[in-house]
């Protein structure tokens, strides 16, 4: 065999070798391997160049071309086994997640309005429409507005009704109820009529239960006018009622005590869990108590600048959350100021 046959059978058989190991090169790793042994600087194909100078001065060419052409195939057979490894791993890829277009998005979680903001916008809402206008008066109030103007003397029995929260300033206290807020309301109105809603936080220092908290809302009414009487607000709170809880729902006053109003009643619910038989929730009475009321006592429209002899008026405080645990069932009043999202999600 001649010399240049040799070199050629020795080239066929380092490309079949190479091209052979090739086939059984399944991943990444092997087929960088694979590029070290076959192409890399001391792999076969290489040595035939280093060794060029030992042939013959005019086979040189020919035998570097061939050289050439192994090394060119290697290369091409390289790249078509690292993009085939490429396309079935893209191909296991996709066959393993399945994306069902189906499904519905995932909901972003968005925020919402606190529930006694909901429930108070929905008061003010049915009181607006009967013509109630929305008055803004301070969670911190003078005693002088919160207790004396209201027909409550210093170390009159009937400050035991609220327990107050005091700040260190002498005379200036968290407004037990938004009742202060009805001096504040006469004084820049009168002597016109008026017919005002005061929604807002109240104050009281308070043992905690399921009824009781040491923070809650009010809304506060009052309308005053000539001629107004019982019968008008007996009107306005059932037609309230009937607003907010529905058409069948029965209203009751029972009779009670405020140093602002006389008479004064209670505003009682028919309980919406027993129908009015008697339950746990109403313990056992049928009724559930949502605020108190009354007509605005003589001392306080003078107070407020209204002369009583011309003058009559209404008024009523409800208990927001009270209003939202009936419609909603809930039992417990401290959820509403507890800050748990399980509750507050809810609504
Ligand atoms: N302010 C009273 C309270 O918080 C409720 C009330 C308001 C009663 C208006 C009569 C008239 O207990």
């Not at 192994?70 to 890829?93: F, G, H, I, M, P």
């Not at 309005?113 to 429409?129: D, K, N, R, V, Y």
């Not at 019968?231 to 309230?240: A, E, P, R, V």
Request: glycine share 8%; hydrophobic share 40%.
């Amino acid at each position: 065999m001649s010399e240049e046959a040799a070199i050629r059978a020795e080239m066929e058989q380092t490309q079949q070798q190479a091209l052979t190991a090739l086939q059984t090169v399944q991943n990444e790793a092997e087929l960088l391997a694979w590029r070290n042994a076959h192409l890399g600087r001391t792999a076969p194909v290489m040595l035939f160049f280093s060794r060029l100078p030992q042939f013959p001065k005019e086979l040189r060419p020919q035998i570097g071309q061939a050289a050439n052409q192994v090394k060119l195939t290697l290369e091409a057979a390289y790249e078509a086994r690292r993009q085939e490894l490429q396309a079935s791993s893209l191909q296991q890829r996709l066959s393993s997640e399945r994306v069902d277009v189906t499904l519905p998005g995932r909901r972003l979680p968005l925020g919402h309005l606190h529930p006694s903001t909901q429930i108070l916008a929905e008061i003010c809402a049915i009181f607006g429409e009967m013509g109630f206008q929305v008055y803004r008066s301070p969670e911190v109030e003078s005693d002088e507005n919160n207790f004396e103007l209201l027909n409550i003397p210093a170390h009159h029995p009937a400050r035991d009704m609220w327990d107050t929260f005091h700040t260190t300033r002498p005379g200036v206290v968290l407004r037990t109820h938004t009742s202060p807020g009805q001096i504040r309301a006469m004084r820049q109105m009168a002597p016109n009529p008026l017919r005002v809603i005061l929604p807002g936080m109240t104050y009281r220092y308070e043992q905690t239960n399921a009824s009781h908290e040491s923070q809650f809302n009010q809304v506060e009414l009052l309308a005053i006018g000539q001629n107004i009487t019982f019968g008008d607000l007996q009107g306005t709170l059932t037609d309230f009622a009937r607003r907010m809880f529905g058409a069948e729902v029965h209203v009751r006053l029972r009779p009670s005590y405020f140093p602002f109003t006389e008479p004064s009643a209670e505003i009682d619910i028919e309980c919406f869990l027993c129908g009015g038989k008697g339950c746990t929730v109403c313990k056992g009475g049928g009724w559930l108590e949502i605020g108190g009321c009354g007509m605005v006592h003589p001392v306080v429209l003078r107070n407020g600048g209204y002369d009583p002899a011309r003058f009559t008026g209404f008024a009523a405080g409800l208990g927001p959350e009270r209003i939202a645990m009936l419609k909603y069932r809930i039992s417990d009043i401290r959820y509403f100021f507890g800050g748990d999202l399980r509750f507050l999600e809810q609504f």
